[in-house]
């Protein structure tokens, strides 16, 4: 700390000319700051907002992120994402503004590109978020806008308010069961001071649950973005029922767990009958897909160049899954809009990759095998 306090008049010139050519656009996708306390103070230079319409500040575990605005200053940055779960604070290029886990003490720099640095732990105060109720208390300091003032009961009360931790936002976490395995995804809309996932089973949703990975699942996302994960586990039985739940760990050690899902691994899984894997069927008239549907109650066709399924999917009939209507036999024979596009995916000699997505009455789902095909040349 003391390299960042010696230095600051060497490197403040490097940082307006870097600001200025690379340009400040603040825009934070992720804040668990109140969006009625959110205020701080000083005498030099008025109001600061932490949770403002263009960008935010958002407190992690170990560290703070985002930008916050001032009326009469512009935009101060609290640090981007640290490598390790805290800023070293050395040099001109690792500054940021940490937090005790522990205490909830913030101490290091943030950085404003007309006022200078902005110390959160200086000689003669200290800045702390209240681990009960998430208020800030104390003073920073800044060498030319003096102190700024977190909270104040009289004559006008003000603070600033951490609502909630939101160490990962999660949009979704599901399960579904294919022929010989489970695979389990979820996406996030944002991931703060996010270490990584576990992913838990067990076969009776209210036993207790046993860790299936066997290492740490790297976090990927970040306070600005989400991300979409996977994980297969092959380790199942036919005919069984597995529950899943998922915990994300953050930089201390701290998890929280989300679901349960479950998917059911069927003994009699939808068997593909025509056409063949591999099969070169005409370019008209439209083919007539057959599976063996095991009982189940309706069915989607999907088609991709993907075998994944992740990019250009057609499905038959039109929606997906619950959206849209159902096949109820089976077999179909696409219409000739439909086969228009599923002959636009084999274009070139392109394989196009095939299987059934079935539910039963109580709305599991169940997934075959993938067939490949290629469509004649029209």
């Not at 603040?26 to 960008?55: D, F, L, M």
């Not at 679901?259 to 059911?264: E, W």
């Not at 000739?336 to 095939?354: A, C, D, H, P, Q």
């Amino acid at each position: 700390m003391k390299t960042i306090a010696k230095t600051t008049t060497q490197f403040g010139v490097i940082w307006l000319i870097c600001f200025g050519l690379l340009g400040l656009q603040p825009a934070w996708a992720a804040t668990n700051i109140s969006s009625t306390y959110k205020y701080a103070w000083s005498e030099n230079v008025g109001w600061q907002n932490w949770r403002s319409t263009n960008a935010q500040a958002t407190v992690g575990t170990t560290y703070l992120v985002g930008y916050v605005w001032a009326e009469n200053i512009g935009w101060i940055k609290l640090g981007s994402t640290p490598v390790g779960g805290t800023y070293p604070n050395t040099t001109s290029t690792n500054w940021g503004v940490n937090r005790n886990s522990s205490t909830g003490a913030l101490s290091g720099y943030a950085w404003s590109e007309n006022v200078g640095w902005i110390n959160f732990d200086s000689t003669n105060s200290q800045v702390v978020i209240a681990t009960d109720d998430g208020k800030f208390d104390g003073y920073a300091w800044g060498e030319n806008v003096g102190y700024i003032h977190f909270q104040n009961a009289s004559p006008a009360e003000y603070y600033v308010q951490q609502d909630g931790a939101l160490v990962v936002e999660l949009v979704s976490f599901s399960a579904t069961a294919f022929e010989d395995h489970i695979i389990l995804k979820w996406e996030t809309a944002s991931e703060i001071d996010n270490a990584g996932f576990h992913l838990w089973r067990t076969e009776t949703e209210d036993a207790e649950y046993s860790r299936i990975t066997d290492y740490l699942i790297p976090a990927e996302g970040g306070p600005a973005q989400g991300t979409e994960y996977s994980y297969e586990d092959f380790d199942v039985v036919s005919g069984l029922t597995y529950y899943y739940q998922l915990e994300d760990i953050d930089y201390a050690g701290v998890s929280t767990f989300h679901g349960p899902v479950s998917a059911t691994l069927s003994d009699e899984a939808i068997a593909l009958i025509f056409p063949e894997d591999g099969a070169l069927i005409p370019a008209y008239p439209p083919t007539a897909f057959e599976w063996d549907g095991a009982g189940l109650e309706r069915f989607k066709l999907n088609f991709s160049t993907d075998p994944d399924f992740e990019s250009k999917v057609v499905v038959l009939q039109r929606g997906y899954k619950r959206h849209g209507r159902w096949i109820t036999g089976e077999s179909y024979t696409p219409n000739r809009k439909e086969w228009r596009s599923i002959r636009r995916l084999g274009r070139k000699g392109r394989t196009v990759y095939w299987a059934v997505y079935g539910e039963d009455k109580a709305g599991k789902g169940f997934v075959s095998k993938t067939f490949q095909l290629k469509i004649e040349d029209y």
